[in-house]
């Protein structure tokens, strides 16, 4: 296993914005409070979701929409430089009134009822994806 040790940067606690989508508000803070490493934790509940599973044999997302309302058991993901830019990555785990679990990569499409955050930055960071040909995804250079 190939790792690198970091420093833990600010704590932010918070809520997201009501009706607004997820992934769309995770990027607008971390520019708003320039952070360019870390990682998130979330749990909450969504107006609909919206996620992705990777087809290997299509090299692309199917995506998956769940237009009813459901629990965010878990959404956890890292900011990093993708293309010379703060890149979130996210899986989300869901569960409907049935108390059914479903999820995967998480993407545009989730419309928020209630999301609580909790992010850590990273410091003296330099966590790089780049495409990793064997998988055919960008991945951490490390």
């Not at 992705?52 to 998956?64: A, P, V």
């Not at 959404?75 to 569960?95: D, M, Q, R, Y």
């Not at 992010?119 to 995804?137: C, G, P, S």
Request: a neutral charge; one cysteine or more; glycine letters at 8%.
């Amino acid at each position: 296993m190939r790792t690198k040790e970091f420093k833990q940067g600010r704590l932010f606690v918070g809520r997201l914005p009501f009706e607004a989508d997820l992934l769309d508000s995770i990027e607008k803070y971390i520019i708003e409070k320039d952070i360019t490493h870390g990682h998130f934790s979330i749990i909450g509940a969504l107006k609909s979701g919206s996620y992705g599973f990777f087809n290997e044999k299509t090299l692309k997302y199917d995506i998956i929409h769940h237009k009813k309302q459901c629990e965010i058991l878990s959404c956890i993901g890292n900011i990093s430089i993708k293309e010379g830019k703060p890149f979130v990555h996210a899986h989300i785990t869901l569960s409907d009134e049935k108390g059914r679990a479903f999820g995967g990569h998480l993407t545009k499409g989730c419309e928020i009822f209630s999301a609580e955050i909790v992010m850590h930055e990273l410091i003296d960071a330099e966590l790089v994806r780049e495409f990793d040909e064997n998988t055919k995804l960008y991945l951490w250079r490390i």
